[in-house]
């Protein structure tokens, strides 16, 4: 039967491919060979170009460049523009102009007059005592912050990616201020906390005294004091001690990325390491930290950024602030700008501290 | 041992190993206790138990504070003996929020514009994720770069700008240059209309790709599809199918832990967002939104001859802080098994 079958498709087949070779025969004899392979006619020419012959790369090169598309249109078309607006705000100085009857408004118009000032707002920016002062402590917390963050992230991630009980429901939990404790809540928690006059208690972000009945700060401080270990440390543990309220907060995307990273280690690496005897401490840091720590660069730079990015950062709120009730807008937009390079200078430094060590494995 | 090992066959393909047939599951518990390591084990969960606990309880408490001020009248506030279980049960902060200031109006708006910038969002930055991720082009690093560049540069810094671009509404052209040159839209509609006050900037923003942290979205998308073989799109071409078939088809179907990951951030940053709405939204005639409603103590409820009234604007402004969360709260426990595994899933590589 089957044979039957191919044998009735090879006869057919082969007529319809003598039908072709026929024809494109005789059309060769009538001298018009080249019209079918090259395309000479107007026609041709106009669908090669529409459908040119091209190699597998560069479709996928162009396909590439469509997937893009969108957000390169949003770079040109808007983010540019918005750009350039804002460093050239930062460079002038724009004051009230002559009135100027409008034609189409029917009324007198304040005509604003745009001068190009230089780097003035840039030197009026570093000569307010109080930006400088903000600019400081919001750089000391960042530094603060991050390994704090990082470290937490990661062990907490360490932890939620071993058997436990209870770890769906911590791990749901985990995850609540990440979507939950952002924006407004931010506002809310701060005049919370404000209200009740936080401060000598440690953060727990009720904003009442419940964290400071449990353990105060002093208790903190007098359980350091007599170790010995500096006072930059203790001031640093007890400073973070009182922050844990907001590095739980902010250590979710975190504790995300870590996860990921950590369940994309082969576990056949475990299982050879628990063949030779490793115990759970060298593990750890002979496998699980070499092999995350692409991901600890990457969460270095994400904290450095989300923590000046955030909208309660002191320097960040001062500098838009300014711009809206400094006469010269600029001023403040020139602050931002300031903050912005030196933060860009940390994520910078941060990058290379942490991608001197970082590992890639090799997947090939 | 081994010698007392005794096999028996149980049924076809099964079979039951009675290892050392002599000790009792008491004698077996008494001998795992003895050594050291069991201890140890036993330990090592307890601690981290508890651990997980503690930080679970310094997520949680304030919450559960926040839900138990809601209850409260202003005596229950002002009287210090009270904390956690109101002694005056009662709903009124949670009935005023809800019919003085508009609740239903503000979930509305606040749904709409979340739901749709959230989608844009995840599918630009799908898009650009794939594009990044599989496909080799001239300048690909260089869009990464940008990418990073956005993420990096705060939109507090582009605050004035963004508030100028969009007062003055015009495609690839600053708001500062408005005399001579024209832009897209103005050679087109022939103005440079405001569209602030409306919801269009967040649409704008969110088609190109350049919303709040949408930088780390396009991340998020990009680590992803690097973890997705390349065999599976070359078996689709294979097989005929075009790019985007193959994109619509195989890979899209396959990214939406992801993709519900990345839209779940999305739809709750913008949810509770505040930034935005203050540069966008401005004039009397601005949508009101969820976050608008911590702003604004509703009548009935301000007693401003009251000493004890800041207090209780705080707590009202708790209330309302729950009753904006509250859907998104719903929403997270019914989402967030797919938000670890999306993760989970994309084996991120840095």
Redesign the interface.
């Known amino acids: 039967m089957s044979n039957k079958f191919t044998d009735a498709c090879k006869s057919f087949f082969d007529s319809v491919k003598s039908k072709f070779t026929s024809k494109s025969s005789e059309k060769a004899v009538g001298g018009e060979a080249l019209a079918i392979e090259g395309g000479n006619t107007f026609f041709d020419k106009v669908k090669a170009f529409f459908k040119p012959k091209r190699s597998l790369d560069k479709t996928k090169a162009r396909a590439g460049y469509f997937f893009v598309l969108p957000f390169l249109l949003g770079i040109v078309l808007i983010y540019l523009p918005i750009l350039f607006d804002s460093i050239w705000y930062s460079f002038t100085v724009s004051t009230k102009g002559a009135s100027v009857w409008d034609e189409s408004l029917g009324q007198y118009v304040q005509t604003q007059v745009t001068t190009f000032v230089g780097f003035d707002n840039y030197v009026q920016a570093f000569s307010d005592q109080d930006f400088y002062a903000k600019l400081l402590s919001s750089l000391q917390q960042i530094l603060f912050q991050v390994p704090a963050i990082v470290i937490f992230s990661l062990f907490i991630a360490v932890v939620l990616n071993q058997k436990m009980l209870g770890r769906a429901v911590f791990r749901a939990i985990f995850f609540v201020p990440v979507i939950i404790s952002t924006g407004v809540m931010e506002i809310v928690n701060l005049n919370d906390s404000l209200q009740s006059g936080a401060g000598e208690g440690i953060d727990d972000g009720t904003g009442g005294q419940g964290g400071s009945e449990i353990i105060s700060m002093l208790d903190v401080q007098a359980l350091f004091a007599n170790m010995k270990i500096g006072t930059e440390l203790v001031t640093y543990v007890v400073g973070l001690v009182n922050d844990i309220y907001s590095i739980i907060n902010y250590s979710g995307v975190q504790m995300l990325i870590f996860l990921a990273g950590l369940q994309s280690i082969s576990p056949s690496i475990y299982e050879a390491c628990q063949i030779e005897g490793a115990t759970g401490w060298e593990t750890f840091w002979k496998v699980t930290f070499p092999m995350i720590s692409p991901m600890i660069l990457v969460n270095a730079i994400y904290t450095v950024i989300d923590a000046f990015t955030r909208t309660n950062n002191p320097a960040m709120n001062y500098a838009s602030n300014q711009a809206y009730h400094n006469p010269i807008p600029g001023v403040g937009v020139a602050m931002s700008w300031i903050y912005f390079l030196l933060v860009a200078l940390i994520i910078a430094v941060v990058g290379a501290i942490a991608s001197s060590f970082v590992f890639y494995q090799r997947r090939d | 041992m081994d010698s007392k090992t005794v096999v028996t066959k149980e049924t076809k393909n099964k079979i039951h190993v009675d290892f050392d047939g002599k000790l009792t599951l008491k004698e077996r518990i008494l001998y795992k206790l003895k050594t050291s390591n069991t201890w140890m084990k036993v330990i090592v969960?307890i601690f981290?138990?508890v651990?997980?606990l503690g930080?679970?309880y310094?997520?949680?408490?304030?919450f559960v504070?926040?839900i138990a001020n809601s209850f409260m009248t202003l005596d229950d506030i002002v009287d210090a003996t009270v904390?956690l279980i109101p002694k005056n049960f009662t709903f009124d902060n949670y009935k005023y929020i809800f019919l003085e200031n508009d609740y239903m109006t503000a979930f509305g708006n606040t749904l709409l514009l979340s739901s749709t910038t959230a989608l844009i969002q995840t599918f630009?930055s799908c898009?650009?994720g794939?594009?990044?991720a599989?496909?080799?082009?001239?300048g690909?690093n260089f869009?990464f770069v940008?990418?990073v560049v956005?993420?990096?540069?705060?939109?507090?810094?582009?605050?004035?700008?963004?508030r100028?671009?969009f007062t003055k509404f015009?495609?690839?052209?600053?708001?500062?240059m408005d005399q001579s040159t024209k832009g897209?839209i103005e050679l087109i509609a022939g103005t440079r209309p405001s569209i602030r006050d409306t919801m269009a900037p967040f649409y704008?923003?969110s088609?190109?790709?350049?919303a709040f942290k949408n930088g780390?979205y396009?991340y998020l998308m990009r680590q992803f599809f690097k973890?997705v073989p390349d065999e599976l799109e070359e078996s689709a071409?294979v097989d005929g199918s075009g790019?985007?078939r193959t994109?619509l088809q195989i890979i899209l179907p396959l990214s939406i832990p992801m993709m519900i990951?990345v839209f779940?951030?999305s739809f709750?940053?913008s949810?509770?967002?505040?930034?935005y709405r203050d540069v966008f939204f401005e004039g009397l005639n601005a949508p009101w939104m969820?976050?608008n409603l911590?702003e604004k103590v509703p009548p009935t409820l301000n007693m401003v001859n009251n000493q004890a009234m800041?207090?209780y604007r705080?707590a009202i402004?708790?209330t309302?802080?729950l009753m904006?969360?509250a859907p998104?709260?719903i929403m997270?426990?019914f989402c967030?098994r797919y938000?670890?595994q999306g993760?989970?899933?994309?084996?991120?590589?840095?």
Request: glycine letters at 6%.
């Open positions: 969960n981290r138990f651990l997980m930080v679970s310094v997520i949680i408490f304030p504070s926040k904390s630009v898009l650009v794939y594009g990044l599989k496909f080799k082009f001239k690909n869009v940008l990418v956005i993420m990096i540069i705060p939109h507090s810094t582009l605050e004035l700008a963004m100028d671009f015009d495609l690839l052209l600053p708001a500062s897209i704008v923003l088609i190109g790709g350049l780390l396009i973890g071409y790019t985007f994109f990951t779940l951030f709750s940053w949810w509770t967002d505040v930034f969820l976050s911590i800041p207090l705080i402004q708790n309302a802080g904006i969360i998104l709260v997270y426990l967030q938000l670890v993760i989970e899933r994309s084996g991120l590589v840095g």
